[in-house]
């Protein structure tokens, strides 16, 4: 399968620093990209959906100005966790999707990234 | 968008046949359903994908019956590698995209 490659795969910050994980389609145009957060035993949460070269949109409860999302090629978006607290460690996954119509199609997804925040 | 239930966990041992249903009630039309397998700390696999009847790949087949409500992913044969978070999805592939949201998944344990 196509493959999707998140960098860097472990961050550790300073509480009050801003952290920029990416994401990128490495053998495929992702039209769609898809970013989510996962915290220890729990499901994926999804926190936003970026199409290439338009404004993110974010799920419910999700802080735009606090997770910012920059999808400006159809290979690279990038999470930049602003202002980091503790709160915001967890695993951050992003996933991609070419589809553009006709046939099915699946979403590839990063390896993930761990984010502790100190 | 569809919501899934799971069972949370399930236990099974190695040689076992492992099935694992999946209950969407409110699916679409338009939804198919997509399961993905997750190993602590990585990000989800792609598993199997089907519409409606059966579906197969090398490493698992699916079973949607008719009123696709429900969904079973049957594991022939499972090793101890096979111990993960399996998710089931349903989400709409004929409108621009699949939002994918998932719900808690299944832990399956596998022992020797």
């Known amino acids: 399968g196509a493959v999707v490659s998140q960098h860097p795969s472990r961050v550790i910050c300073k509480s009050g620093t801003s952290v920029k994980i990416e994401c990128r389609s490495l053998?495929?145009?992702?039209?769609?990209m898809f970013w989510y957060r996962q915290f220890p035993k729990q499901s994926l949460m999804l926190m936003a959906t970026?199409?290439?070269?338009?404004?993110?949109?974010?799920e419910q409860g999700v802080e735009k100005d606090k997770f910012l999302i920059n999808h400006a090629s159809l290979t690279l978006s990038t999470l930049t966790v602003t202002s980091a607290h503790p709160e915001d460690s967890s695993f951050y996954i992003c996933?991609?999707?070419?589809?553009?119509?006709?046939?099915?199609?699946?979403?590839?997804f990063g390896q993930g990234t761990r984010l502790t925040v100190v | 968008l569809a919501k899934t239930t799971q069972p949370i966990s399930m236990d099974s041992y190695e040689g076992q046949e492992v099935n694992i249903t999946c209950s969407h009630n409110n699916i679409a039309t338009n939804d198919y359903i997509t399961w993905y397998q997750q190993f602590p700390s990585q990000g989800p696999r792609f598993i199997i994908q089907g519409y409606k009847t059966k579906v197969t790949n090398e490493v698992a087949s699916l079973f949607i019956p008719a009123d696709r409500k429900s969904s079973t992913l049957s594991l022939p044969r499972v090793s101890l590698s096979d111990t993960a978070v399996y998710y089931c999805l349903v989400g709409d592939m004929d409108t621009g995209f699949q939002k994918l949201v998932f719900g808690t998944g299944t832990r399956l344990l596998v022992s020797p």
């Open positions: 970026s199409n290439e070269g338009s404004k993110a949109t974010y």
């Open positions: 996933s991609a999707s070419d589809w553009v119509g006709g046939e099915n199609t699946e979403a590839f």
């Open positions: 053998d495929f145009q992702a039209t769609t």
